[in-house]
């Protein structure tokens, strides 16, 4: 049985937990499917780890290429920071607010208009439109954790004016012209609750159509498994926030997808507070529900992405009243700050598929 745990991460040099603990218990055969992997750094600032079961090397190397490389444009695709010659991805689209529409690669508008679905499926609590918010407190954290003496929380005022901001603005995309606009100035989309889960599932489900199967992609903490692991079914657990085990573990074979959001990792400390990086639409501060971390298991990596920042910025008893409404099975583990545990579905089951 192959171990693997989810937890989110801010960036390569955090580790993660993506253990594999069953022996090999193959015939000596040839044609036996050997166990592969590597670990792709960089792409959405955080390291992707692969593993996949084939009979030749040449198979596994051939998926491995065929993951960065999709890996790697998707990661400049969603990038809201940086931009890169030759290609209109969301800085782009961010910069031109106000302005004029911008012409962006069918993927993109794909990820937006799953974006703007995703308000819905959410409860309102996953909305791309945030990103005047978030830029304050990414701005504010990333100089907190520059120079920790100076830390600071952003003022009343800064966010009121960005909460105004992102109550006028609209996303308006034009499948026909291939065009997406911002009609608010200063307004901006931040796809960062569901883009990694989302580019991991649109990936995973291609390599899938052409072929590939028995394989496992760890995506900084979005876990998508395929098939099953040399014959055995995957075991999926969830990282410990208050240490180095692993909790929650669930078994599944075929399609499944694990998401964590956790206030354990990305986050930074003014005058002895925590403050983390999950933000509530409703305060325009992290949530503060009182969870170390809310891990969902789903089929679609998208999903468990988007329904785990949700669930994060809901009490317990608003989130499962919220998953009544999906149709796929989704199976969840609250863990709370003071360690307390609280299973849905599969987690509490204790089983798999």
């Known amino acids: ?21 069953l022996p090999l218990l193959l015939p000596a055969c040839s044609a036996a499917p050997k166990r592969y992997s590597t670990v792709i750094d960089g792409p959405f600032d955080t390291a992707t780890q692969l593993v996949i079961y084939a009979s030749k090397k040449s198979d596994a190397d051939a998926f491995f290429s065929l993951f960065r490389e999709r890996l790697e444009a998707w990661d400049k695709l969603a990038d809201i920071y940086y931009e890169y010659d030759g290609i209109n991805n969301l800085r782009t689209l961010n910069l031109a607010a106000g302005s004029s529409p911008v012409e962006l690669d069918p993927r993109l508008l794909d990820l937006l208009e799953y974006g703007l679905s995703a308000k ?20 504010c954290r990333t100089a907190g954790l520059d120079d920790p003496a100076n830390a600071r929380v952003p003022t009343e005022e800064e966010l009121s004016r960005a909460a105004e901001t992102v109550g006028c603005s609209t996303l308006v ?22 883009a990694k889960g989302y580019a991991t599932e649109r990936i995973c489900s291609e390599l899938e159509r052409l072929g590939y199967t028995d394989f496992a992609a760890n995506a900084g903490g979005n876990l998508r498994v395929s098939g099953t692991a040399a014959g055995e079914k995957w075991t999926l657990s969830v990282r410990d926030p208050a240490g180095a085990g692993t909790v929650g573990e669930v078994e599944a074979r075929g399609t499944a997808s694990l998401a964590t959001s956790g206030s354990y990792q990305r986050y930074y400390t003014v005058n002895g507070v925590r403050y983390h990086h999950v933000v509530d639409v409703d305060t325009n501060a992290p949530a503060a529900f009182g969870w170390a971390s809310v891990s969902v298991l789903t089929e679609d990596a998208g999903v468990a992405d988007v329904l785990s920042t949700a669930l994060f910025c809901l009490d317990r008893e608003t989130g499962v009243s919220l998953l ?30």
């Open 1 to 21: 049985m192959r171990r693997f745990s989810s937890s989110r991460r801010a960036g390569v040099c955090l580790a993660l937990v993506f253990v594999l603990l």
């Open 120 to 139: 819905e499926t959410s409860g309102g609590r996953v909305d791309l439109l945030l990103g005047p918010v978030l830029s304050i407190w990414h701005a």
């Open 173 to 194: 995309i034009d499948r026909d012209d291939g065009t997406a606009f911002l009609p608010e100035p200063g307004s901006s989309v931040d796809v960062g609750a569901f």
């Open 324 to 353: 009544s409404t999906f149709s796929s099975p989704v199976s969840v583990l609250w863990i709370t700050e003071t360690g307390e545990q609280y299973a849905f579905g599969a987690f509490e089951e204790g089983g798999g598929k």
